[in-house]
């Protein structure tokens, strides 16, 4: 299943799937990621971080210490400013490679519409076979703002040639984090 | 300057960048793919059975939706007209003191000219969809449903976001893009409100659904304190599990893909990121939905998901565009949109672009006969408001055999000063269009009707008649004797009903359906007379009246009485080709030993392929007959003859005669073949006039010296 989940996402423009057994390695390839997009306290240069499952195995403070310009209160204002912006997502679905969000929280849609790269953190266990299980498993009496998110940002408006990233991010980065929310597959 | 909007089909077809682009995107290819390990014929029935049942029940369905949205603390509000929606908006635009808007792609608002109404109180209305921005700065309206300024260069493109920018840029399409987020971003953060459309409405949850690539609805709903959506009452659907099968159809018919990039389901206000909690609007429009939905025959077209497949796969639009084909929705299904939501007056013009080819029938995911329905368009502006008389003249003549057949016999003398080889290929002063790219083929000076006498019969148990239809009769009467003589070898004793007239086809493509349900009664009574086994008929738009449409067309006119006889000859109707392939299967045509192959690509007739649903049992027969068959691009793809089309547009139909040649030659067969004399009209005419060497023949020709 996560196989065909990685060919079909990353097939669907400027998307990467990486995954990762434990918290820890993802965490630690997310303060990699950070670095390396040399995150600082400069608009164009934030990351924000949306509150989700993840977060309850990090020391918020000291990533900000160790990141200036990282935010885990994420507003209009930083997300704006946001080279990077990390968020949680429920479920993936293999036949599309796309994930369900659950948007109520505006700061979900914030961390994830705004930015240049969006940084999907998503449980391997979640992810079914396909549209239908989104259709089963999440239901808009419980949720009252979802989003279904495949791929980055892109166009074809001009002349039917693909262009990425225009009023979203230009790159999706989905991890895939077997030992979050139950057993790994 | 600014780019202009063609305004005729001369202008369109000059600037013709569409085509190219199509092209390159290989459209048919790039969605059969996404349909891959997809029942596209039982989805299809999915989406038209619950939209089917959604406009069966509209008032309880809007009651449904209004209900539970508003319980979730959505205001709903039908508007009725047009003006009724316009003036909520701007009547919540004056409460909320709204000064800027930014709005994402919805075509209900075109439809209103919302844009234009909210100007008028000095709102400002941003359109963030990067297409829909590109037509506002060119103050053009939308090409295509789905790319709407797809008719515009990277050229003309970068000109508007200098002008718009005040610095010069150029035009790589990539930095374009990134200029317009530049440029937009800002204003989602200044706008007061956000509108959207809403590709789907959930009635049992209150549910609205905007898919989309860019991004741009994400923000417009997220970001403004002020969120609405204009919602045709076409797009509702029962419940949640129905959103599915839309969802499944309308990426993968509109763009190829699986997924579009984002999917949002906003089901209740949420808070903003000030804390405050959203105001959420739903404005469901009706415009004449309720009223379609009354018509028995254009209710289907409520069915539609606004994908536009029928616009990239029409022949017709590729050349000409939405601006010329098509009002505010365009193509095919914008045709039949515009008549509803603008007047049946309005659709006049643009209706006579179709040539009936059906291809976008064969696409819809809605299941809706589009072809079909202009063609009923066509039938009410004939009714309302008459045929133009030249035309109904010939018409009426068509269907009076004895002065028909007169002239055309007089024909035959009087085209004599033009003709070389068959062909005319030249005619005086203002007929000179006619055979600008293609030659005419001309009158034979003996009718199949008086040959037919010459042919003496074997008696057989097997009797077959034979319905030659105007075509084979007088322009092609050699290829009449080739189809008796082969059925002949395969052991068929042929009958000739010498009352027999015109199938009809041309008064029904007209729009005249009286006249056509009067030819189905003439010829019925004199092809049924010997009581034969089958009805053979060599030209596929014959074809298709004798198999398909002459018992729908006596019903349409209620003339019920002969439907019993209409469909035993639909019963018994063959193509030329069809019946062949039968006989070789059951080995009483066999071809000859050692007969030389030779090469051969078959076009599929539009009434052969599409209304008869024969492509494998022309292939099957020619195959037997000694033909290696290679496919030409696009082989099922309209030749542009069309009948009445190729005089009544011609220049449409030269073009896509064209591109058809191309095809041809890129196969380097020696023979093309199909089995429509109005196809082989334009392809040999083509093919003569370009000095090709491929020649365009009959079936019946080809293979008339291959069987035993």
Redesign the interface.
Known sequence: MFELFKTRAEASGNTEVKRFSTTGEALGFIEDFLKEENIHDAPGSYAVWADGPLLEQVDKQAMVQKFPGLSFEVTEENAKGARVGISQLKMGIAETGGMAQDSEDVTQRLASALCWIHVAILPTTKIFPDLGDFFKRMHPREYKFMTLITGASKTADIERVLAVGVHGPEKLMILCVDDLEGEQQ | MKPQMPKNINEALQSNSLAG??D??DYPATRAKAFEGIDFQALRRKIATVKSGVASNFDAVVETFTKNAQA?GIKVFRANSPKEAKDYIAALCKEKGVKKIVKSKSMATEEIHLNHHLDQFGIESNE????EW?CQLAHHTPSHMV????H???EE?SDLFSEETKKPLDSD??K???V??EQ??ERF?EADLGISGGNIA?AD???IVITE????G??AT??PNVHLALVGIEKLVPT??D??HV??ALPRSA?G?????????????????DGSMKEVHVVLLDNNRTKMAADPKFKEALQCIRCAACLNVCPVFRLVSGHVFGDIYTGGIGTILTAWFTELKSAEKIQGLCIGCGKCTEICPGNIDIAGLILEIRHRIAKKEGLPFVYKGALQVINNRKLFHSLLRAGSIAQKPFVKDGFIRHLPFFLSGFTEHRSLPTVAPVAFRDLFKTIKQPKSETKAAFFAGCALDFVYPETGKNIIKVLNQGGVEVVFPEEQSCCGIPHWGSGSFDMAAQSAAHNLKTLLEDDPDYVVVGCASCATALKKEWAEILKEQGMEALIPQANKVAQRAYMFTELVNKLVEEKKLTPKEGIDIHTLTYHDSCHAKRHCGLSTEPRAALSAAGYAITDMKECDVCCGMGGAYTIKQSDVSMQMLKRKLENINNTGAEFVSAECPGCLIQLGGGLDKAGSTIKAMHPADLMVDKFQ
């Open positions: 682009i199509l390159r995107w979730n963030t969809d990067l297409g590109i790319l709407p300024a797809i515009l260069s990277k493109i399409i990539q374009l893009v990134k317009a987020r937009i971003r953060f959930i949850t209150g549910t690539n860019e991004g741009n994400r923000l997220t970001l949640f599990e959103a599915e969802l499944k763009t893909q699986l997924s579009t990039t984002y999917n949002s389901f906003i089901s209740a206000p949420t808070r903003n990121a």
